[in-house]
């Protein structure tokens, strides 16, 4: 079938027109203010990281960066709110490999669908972390602690961000590979298990380096074990998770996504701010701070990343015998 000669003209302009709408659209992006949505509690690195990022972007862009605690339900409240948000790069979530790599496979019925829902953007940092315990807890080693749970079933207690989280699944690796006993006590976020354990509240959690350092200087907590297989050069005489035969491999990293079926052009200009943004002076001394590694890959770098980490991660959980059930209320 032929088209009249007098249609072709302004068919030809409205391909055209089509294919230059996105590289302009993220031209001007953006021209309103944004918000990220952190899932956990405000007061903890997730949340200030996102602070201190928003703060850089505000600077470099001109608009108003807002950070939004939505904290609960294992990570689920705020990444509900981040899925359900328009797709125009206009809202972003930070968060952690709990939200999108654990609770997928830890809960059935889940308001959003990990992968179809939210579009990877970039990984920010990768974190260094501790087991804790309490000054007061009656344990100094990590030793110490598997031969008193053992002989003291369920006393000591070990304070998670809930189920499914980074210190949770530890905790269920460490009773599995050592013979552990040890009571969880599930918080919303780390804002919360951490005060709880400076108070003597809990016995033990998981903690980043950067945050821990001025409270073991402080002898508030003291140093179990490091979590990996390199030991610390802050703490270079605390063994490592692995070399205690309790290290299960995962990895803890911070990252961006954004809601599905946003534009392709303005994912390429969220990562070009993101990963700008790591770069500048106060962004780079927060990583110092807290000792995080920076990285500010790129979208489809961290697209196949996720591939490689939930496939390791889905082994640890069938490890564990682990299977999705109910999703928190």
């Given at each position: 079938?032929?088209?009249?000669?007098?249609?072709?003209?302004?068919?030809?302009?409205?391909?055209?027109?089509?294919?230059?709408?996105?590289?302009?659209?993220?031209?001007?992006?953006?021209?309103?203010?944004?918000?990220?949505?952190?899932?956990?509690?405000?007061?903890?690195?997730?949340?200030?990281?996102?602070?201190?990022?928003?703060?850089?972007?505000?600077?470099?862009?001109?608009?108003?960066?807002?950070?939004?605690?939505?904290?609960?339900?294992?990570?689920?409240?705020?990444?509900?709110?981040?899925?359900?948000?328009?797709?125009?790069?206009?809202?972003?979530?930070?968060?952690?490999?709990?939200?999108?790599?654990?609770?997928?496979?830890?809960?059935?019925?889940?308001?959003?669908?990990?992968?179809?829902?939210?579009?990877?953007?970039?990984?920010?940092?990768?974190?260094?972390?501790?087991?804790?315990?309490?000054?007061?807890?009656?344990?100094?080693?990590?030793?110490?602690?598997?031969?008193?749970?053992?002989?003291?079933?369920?006393?000591?207690?070990?304070?998670?961000?809930?189920?499914?989280?980074?210190?949770?699944i530890y905790l269920r690796w460490i009773e599995r590979?050592?013979?552990?006993?040890?009571?969880?006590?599930?918080?919303?976020?780390?804002?919360?298990?951490?005060?709880?354990?400076?108070?003597?509240?809990?016995?033990?959690?998981?903690?980043?380096?950067?945050?821990?350092?001025?409270?073991?200087?402080?002898?508030?907590?003291?140093?179990?074990?490091?979590?990996?297989?390199?030991?610390?050069?802050?703490?270079?005489?605390?063994?490592?998770?692995?070399?205690?035969?309790?290290?299960?491999?995962?990895?803890?990293?911070?990252?961006?996504?954004?809601?599905?079926?946003?534009?392709?052009?303005?994912?390429?200009?969220?990562?070009?701010?993101?990963?700008?943004?790591?770069?500048?002076?106060?962004?780079?001394?927060?990583?110092?701070?807290?000792?995080?590694?920076?990285?500010?890959?790129?979208?489809?770098?961290?697209?196949?990343?996720?591939?490689?980490?939930?496939?390791?991660?889905?082994?640890?959980?069938?490890?564990?015998?682990?299977?999705?059930?109910?999703?928190?209320?």
């Amino acid at each position: 079938m032929r088209f009249p000669e007098k249609i072709a003209v302004p068919v030809a302009i409205v391909f055209l027109m089509l294919a230059a709408a996105q590289p302009a659209r993220a031209q001007s992006f953006p021209v309103k203010p944004m918000r990220i949505i952190v899932p956990y509690g405000a007061g903890g690195v997730t949340d200030l990281l996102a602070r201190v990022l928003g703060a850089s972007i505000a600077e470099s862009t001109g608009q108003q960066v807002t950070v939004e605690p939505r904290p609960g339900g294992s990570s689920i409240i705020g990444m509900s709110a981040c899925a359900k948000a328009a797709p125009d790069g206009y809202t972003v979530c930070l968060t952690v490999p709990d939200s999108l790599t654990n609770n997928p496979l830890l809960f059935a019925d889940l308001p959003y669908d990990a992968v179809r829902d939210f579009a990877p953007v970039t990984v920010l940092g990768w974190s260094s972390m501790l087991v804790v315990a309490n000054a007061n807890a009656p344990i100094s080693t990590f030793k110490e602690m598997v031969a008193y749970s053992k002989s003291n079933p369920g006393k000591l207690n070990w304070g998670t961000w809930g189920p499914a989280s980074t210190p949770d699944i530890y905790l269920r690796w460490i009773e599995r590979q050592a013979g552990a006993q040890i009571t969880t006590i599930p918080y919303s976020s780390a804002a919360q298990a951490n005060p709880a354990l400076f108070a003597g509240q809990i016995d033990l959690t998981v903690t980043g380096i950067g945050f821990a350092l001025p409270f073991v200087k402080s002898g508030k907590i003291k140093v179990l074990a490091v979590m990996g297989k390199e030991r610390s050069s802050y703490f270079p005489d605390v063994p490592t998770l692995a070399e205690e035969g309790a290290d299960p491999g995962l990895t803890v990293y911070f990252c961006i996504f954004a809601p599905a079926k946003t534009p392709p052009a303005i994912i390429e200009r969220l990562n070009a701010e993101f990963a700008k943004a790591i770069r500048t002076p106060k962004v780079q001394d927060f990583y110092r701070t807290y000792t995080l590694r920076a990285e500010g890959n790129s979208a489809a770098e961290f697209a196949e990343f996720l591939k490689a980490d939930r496939a390791i991660v889905g082994k640890v959980f069938t490890a564990l015998g682990i299977k999705p059930g109910a999703a928190p209320p």
